[in-house]
């Protein structure tokens, strides 16, 4: 049992025998890509030259179009699979299950000749994500630590809305996220009936027509800030909603208000960090209660969780095997 699943200390969360998701694994036929976060993506170049196939879902692969450039995913031999759908490789059987994070992400499923089930969930929100039976469960455990609780639940959204409509009251409003976060963001602020125009870098502008493609509603007033019109619109301090990634929060926006989202804001849901500058709590991941909830109903005789990517998982381990008696351990030890 033990054997069947496992995290490499590269980050490649192996699942039987053929399968190696999110990272590169020396051996492995079959690279998965759950979504199109960067650590997810991890020697992705190195799948497409030296593995037989990756594999990801259609959203996924045309987001990693719009962030890295279309001639990036021709280096491969790409198979994409909708959610349900199955490829079988040799004696095992690999299918993509949804997973609510970002656009396009899946829960990986191989059942192998045992019929053995063996599932990663990769980065998931418990609410709308579907709880997949498995015999072996491997875990994201970003917020796998018990203080990692956000209790107000989807208050977070109310107040990102009356924040912006404050900002625009007075100018331009500057809002930070991570891909597939923004363009969450947008739809929030889009169905609040929030009519600013937004204003995006190419990257982000890209990722958002994608998103508009895969049939997210982000408003007709999506603008690429390279444009006359949006130029014009910030050289004025018109009112505007302003989305750039989280590695531009120090750079850009200085004098605007300015909104953070963060799922590492815990406790309330919105607090100031600085003159004009506030931390929202929206998270596209479950907090520990929740990451618990799908253990139990999942129910495994095995879970591992993976520590390459966070340094709660040894916490989280200990608290299933605690709390749920399922044997439980964080992988890479
Ligand atoms: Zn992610």
Redo the contacts with the bound molecule.
Sequence with gaps: MQSKATVTNLGAVLLGKHVACDAYAEGRPIRVVT?A?A??MMGLGKSLKNCEVAVMTPATRDLIEALKGPRFLARGNIKTLDYGEALTYEDEQLTLHYAD??LG?AQALVEDKEKTRILYTS?FRFSRTPVVEADILVMEATYGDPFRVRPFGMMAEGILVSLVEQGLSRGPVYVFGYHGKLQKMMRILYEAKVKTPFIVPERIFRVSKVCEKHGMKLGRNLLAFDGERAQSMLSQRDSCVVFYHMYSRKRVGGEALRIIASGWQFGKPCRRVGEGEYMVALS?HSDFNELLQYVERCNPELVITDSHRSEAARIFAREIEKRLKIPARAAPA
Excluded: A, P, R, Y
């Design positions: 979504h976060h650590d997810h994070h970002i992400t980065d596209d």
